[in-house]
């Protein structure tokens, strides 16, 4: 089975500024068709998770483009551009390679 | 617009079954697929498996492969999720993901709370 790790865990971020985190896998989620199978999901608070980034670097349909993902293979990034209040909850990052797997999960809040 | 919703809450005793069922509207599509995700209380995300729309071919995650069975209905784009043998540590919400035609397409449901309690 695929592992997918994410770092931090925890990330408090100060408005206006960037963030970025981190996600591996065990696996290479590469395909011959040249894309990455990795989506970065934000589930905030008291919600159902919501896509941000699909394939690795694709944003999904009205996600700001201060959310950009990056990577290939095995590492991946979120970042963040500006933060704003809005953008707290837990980030997950998760692989559609094989079936599927989340990351455990980041949690953004306000410093 | 394409919206989920599912079942309600649900409340049983350990080594009984539950089924969570989600309908959808809105979706005018052919191809499509479900997927399953469980959070319990304070915890992640976890994935329990997915089944094709079309081919009602199903893949699921290793812990439940014995405990799961995931169905859809092509006639009315529903889909179903049932666990058996249920433990106090099935304890979650349940929420059925709806995966469109075009890529990055996901439609999620609003979540079923199924509580194991003796």
């Known amino acids: 089975d695929i592992v997918v790790t994410q770092s931090p865990l925890s990330l408090p971020v100060t408005p206006g500024e960037s963030a970025s985190i981190s996600c591996r896998s065990n696996?290479?989620?590469?395909?011959?068709?040249?894309?990455?199978?990795l989506d970065w999901y934000l589930q905030k608070p008291g919600q159902s998770p919501q896509l941000l980034i699909y394939?690795?670097?694709y944003r999904a349909s009205g996600v700001p483009d201060r959310f950009s993902g990056s990577g290939s293979g095995t590492d991946f990034t979120l970042k963040i551009s500006r933060v704003e209040a809005d953008d707290v909850g837990v980030y997950y990052c998760?692989?559609?390679?094989?079936?599927?797997?989340f990351g455990p999960g980041t949690k953004v809040d306000i410093k | 617009q394409t919206q989920l919703v599912q079942s309600g809450a649900e409340v049983r005793k350990p080594g009984a079954s539950v089924m969570v069922s989600c309908k959808t509207s809105?979706?005018?599509?052919?191809?499509?697929?479900f997927y399953w995700v469980r959070q319990a209380p304070g915890q992640g995300l976890e994935w329990m498996g997915r089944?094709?729309?079309?081919?009602?071919?199903?893949r699921y995650a290793q812990k439940f492969q014995d405990r799961v069975t995931m169905t859809t209905d092509t006639s009315t784009k529903s889909a179903s999720m049932e666990l058996r043998s249920l433990r106090s540590d099935d304890t979650a919400i349940y929420y059925c993901?709806?995966?469109?035609?075009?890529?990055?397409?996901?439609?999620w449901g609003q979540g079923t709370l199924v509580t194991v309690s003796s």
């Open positions: 993901v709806m995966e469109g035609a075009a890529a990055g397409t996901v439609y």
């Open positions: 998760m692989q559609v390679l094989q079936g599927g797997t």
């Open positions: 394939l690795g670097s």
């Open positions: 696996q290479s989620l590469l395909q011959s068709n040249g894309f990455n199978y």
């Open positions: 809105g979706y005018t599509f052919t191809h499509y697929a």
């Open positions: 089944i094709s729309g079309n081919s009602g071919n199903t």
